[in-house]
C-alpha cells in the first residue's frame, strides 16, 4: 500500500511530500508523543518564536499548530476518504519530521494505514481526532495560555480546506468527501460528546471588496505578533476590534506627544 499511498499526491495535493512510511523512524524524527511533554513544548515554542521575536506564546503555538495541523489533515483525510484507510497519526505512534527552526514539515509513518473495515460514519476519524488531536491540543492549551478553540479552529480550518479540495482530486467520485463534510457538519460526536471541529468556518456574501467570504469562526490570535498582522480569513468581527484597538492606541499617543 506505499505504493498507493504516494500516488494520492497529484491534483490538489501535488504541492505536498508524501509521508515517509518506515519500519523503523529515523534519528531525525520526533515520536509525537514527546510534543505531549511541557518541557520539550516550551523548548519548541522558544525555538519556533525566534522568527517571531519571541512573541506572544499564544500566538506563537497557534501559528506552529496551523503548520502542524495542515499537514495531518492533508494527509489523514487523502488516505481515509480516498483509498478507505486509517494512517498510523496516533500521537503515540507517529513520528515528525521538524525544520531547524521547529516547524512540522512531515511524518513518518511506522505503516501505510489499515483499511478502514468497520469503523464508519464519524468513527472512521477516531485516530485522527481522539488519538492525536484531543491530547496534543489540551497540551497545546495548557503550556501557551490560548483556548482549546483557538486550536481546535486551526484543526477544522483546515480539515474544511482539505476536505473541498479533495472533492476535486482525480481519484474522487461522487459521495468521496461526504464523511468528512459530515464531520464538520455534526454537532456531536458518536459518544455524545461536543464536536470540537463543528463549522470551523462560514461562508459569507463579502461586505465590502476586500472582506473575505470564507471566514472562520474562530481567530487564529496570530495579529498578537505585531508584524504579521490578521491572516485572509479572520472573522470579521475581529477584524473590526482590532481596528478599533489601534484607532485607540494611535489616538493615545498621539495625546502623548501633543
Sequence with gaps: MTLALSQLYL??????????????PGADTLPAHRLLDPARL??????????????????????WSKWHFAGLAAHGLAANLLLERDLPLGIDTLHVIQTDEGQTAGFSLRHA???????????RFATLV???LAPLIEALASISGASPKVFWSNAGNYIEHFTNALADHPMASAGTVDPARALI??????????NPLYQPVRYVEPATPEAPSRVRRQCCIRYLIDELGYCANCPLECRRQGKASKAEKAATLERAAS
Design 42 to 63: 516550551e523548548a519548541l515554542f522558544t525555538r519556533f518564536g525566534a522568527q517571531y521575536g519571541h512573541g506572544d506564546r499564544r500566538a506563537v503555538a497557534s501559528l
Design 11 to 24: 491534483g490538489p495535493l501535488d504541492f505536498l511530500t508524501p509521508p515517509r512510511v518506515e519500519a523503523t
Design 113 to 123: 494505514g489499515r483499511p478502514l473495515g468497520d469503523l464508519d460514519g464519524l468513527s
Design 185 to 194: 457538519t455534526s454537532r456531536h460526536l458518536p459518544d455524545g460528546r461536543r
Design 130 to 132: 481522539d488519538d492525536h
